[in-house]
């Protein structure tokens, strides 16, 4: 199983080019959750290696960000040529360490290669401006510059594509980067290395460092030749990094937890919202930051709704990701089983019920069977926690401003969804919904020509989109004086 990917499956981390092991020898298990079997190992490093990570990132940084943007998109090119190329391979690893089927994890690395590809492309379209002087003697230039080492930490439900997203623009704007991949997906943030080697990156512009989180994570917060913190992971740890970020005020972008909202209205399609449904719902198995937590059916549409939702969540295929056919993996461990058990005992006890699923699955290991609770009310634990698993709670509501206050009713606000065939509603909806992602009649929206980001408490900055690059590259006014016009 193992030999298509071993070219990618690194087992030491990246530093200043070269592969190394922890300083104390230490190693970290990394685990197949479909199997519970061990795949190998990875360094448990900690501040030393980050801090030698760091070191080797701002020594790089002096030569990369004098190259200029058609080199650097050359090589991002080259990224996305290789990436493409290699899509089984890298996809064949994802699956084995994260659990998504193999059709996901190869849309995982397309999307992820088709990210870099467009800051490839924006990488050359960072303009300044010449601004019209308020001085007859002198003139105003405002340019881009990048900010330097970027420091990145990113989750286990992406582990590949939410890399591409901030090495895809960092590399554009000229910066360099020490990655901290989540430790129970670490083989896919250390294939970026290989990537990176074989599309001839420069030597310490990419280094990656797995191991002790709060060791690794304190060294970049608080290093001041990191200029910028990107993460992608809980609402808790993006909370304690931007505390960390304080002392040496580091840029930060951070894309935090989500509690989605998937409204379906009385003039919605049914049978079109249920498709979206599925898709905004069971993508990895629920876990994802963007899929749907609550579903909001208004009255008059609600028994058909949740009838079909419950008929179609029991139809997927659920197994190991690497087997044919499977629409869901495993969760991605125990805990994550134990908590969505105890999402649905507390839903039951409180008049939940449920329509289809509800337990583990007979697969065993951390396989669950999509789940679907009609009767869902606000006192359940699940309108206010993510669930991050395939469980679909749906409240009823009666009026559209019901509606927007229910869905806008949590401190977070990354992505939500709605379905409906009036187009009025279709407006006054999408202006009263407090998201920085929404769906009109789509499911699943993430692209990389769109900005991504949350409101509230679901983050800072965006990813993707014309704004992607902008979070890695500081403005420089330059007044020019003494012209003797
Ligand atoms: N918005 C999103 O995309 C995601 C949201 N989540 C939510 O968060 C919950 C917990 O998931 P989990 O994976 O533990 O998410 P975390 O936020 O704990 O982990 C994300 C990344 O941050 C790292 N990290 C953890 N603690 C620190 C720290 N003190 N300093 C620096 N880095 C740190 C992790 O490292 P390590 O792996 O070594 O602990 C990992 O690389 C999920 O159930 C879900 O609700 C989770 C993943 C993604
Ligand atoms: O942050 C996440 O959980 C990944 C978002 C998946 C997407 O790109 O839609």
């Not at 990246?14 to 990394?30: C, E, N, Q, R, Y």
């Not at 998937?262 to 599925?278: R, T």
């Not at 998201?435 to 800072?460: D, M, Q, R, W």
Request: hydrophobic residues 40%.
């Amino acid at each position: 199983m193992l030999t298509r990917t071993s070219a990618f499956m690194k087992e030491a981390n990246l530093i200043g080019g070269k592969w190394v092991a922890a300083d104390s020898g230490d190693t970290l298990a990394v685990t197949n959750p479909a199997t519970g079997a061990v795949l190998g190992t990875v360094p448990n490093a900690g501040q030393a290696e980050a801090a030698r990570a760091i070191e080797a990132a701002a020594t790089a940084f002096e030569r990369f960000r004098k190259t200029t943007a058609a080199e650097r998109a050359a090589m991002l090119r080259r990224m996305h040529d290789v990436m493409i190329e290699n899509v089984d391979a890298l996809a064949e690893l994802l699956t084995l360490e994260q659990g998504k089927p193999l059709a996901e994890a190869k849309g995982e690395i397309t999307v992820g290669a088709n990210y870099i590809l467009w800051f490839a492309e924006e990488g050359r379209r960072v303009y300044g401006d010449i601004v019209p002087s308020p001085w007859a003697d002198r003139r105003i230039l405002v340019r881009k510059e990048p900010v330097g080492v970027v420091g990145a930490i990113t989750p286990w439900n992406f582990p590949s594509s939410m890399l591409a997203r901030k090495i895809g623009p960092a590399i554009a704007a000229g910066c360099t980067a020490v990655i901290k991949p989540a430790s129970q997906t670490p083989y896919s943030g250390l294939a970026w290395g290989v990537i990176a080697e074989m599309a001839g990156l420069p030597e310490g512009v990419m280094n990656i460092v797995t191991g002790s989180a709060s060791q690794i994570g304190g060294e970049m917060t608080s290093n001041p030749a990191v200029k910028k913190i990107t993460f992608t992971g809980s609402t808790d740890v993006g909370k304690i990094l931007l505390r960390q970020c304080a002392d040496t005020v580091k840029k930060v972008s951070m894309e935090l937890g989500g509690n989605a909202p998937f409204l379906v209205f009385d003039s919605a399609d049914v049978d079109k919202a249920v498709e979206g449904a599925v898709a905004a719902k069971y993508r990895n198995s629920g876990q994802t930051c963007v899929c749907t937590n609550r579903f909001y059916v208004q009255a008059g549409v609600y028994d058909e709704f949740a009838e079909k939702l419950a008929r179609k969540s029991e139809s997927l295929k659920v197994g190991p990701g690497t087997e044919e056919g499977t629409q869901q993996g495993p969760l991605i461990d125990m805990a994550a089983v134990e908590k969505v058990e105890e999402l649905i005992a507390d839903a039951v006890s409180k008049g939940g019920k449920v329509l289809t699923g509800g337990n583990r699955h007979e697969l065993g290991q951390s396989f669950f069977q999509p789940t679907v609770i009609a009767n869902a009310t606000a006192e359940m634990r699940f309108s206010r926690e993510e669930i991050f698993g395939p469980v679909s709670p749906i409240f009823r509501f009666e009026t559209e401003e019901e509606a927007i206050a229910l869905a806008n009713d949590t401190e977070y606000g990354l992505a939500c969804y709605f379905y409906t065939r009036d187009l009025g509603q279709a407006f006054r909806v999408m202006e009263g919904l407090d998201y920085g992602l929404v769906g009109v009649n789509e499911g699943v929206i993430t692209t990389p020509e769109a900005p991504f980001g949350g409101h509230k408490e679901s983050g800072l900055g965006s990813e993707g989109g014309r704004e992607g690059i902008l979070e890695y590259l500081d403005t420089k006014y330059v007044c020019i004086g003494g012209l003797g016009l």
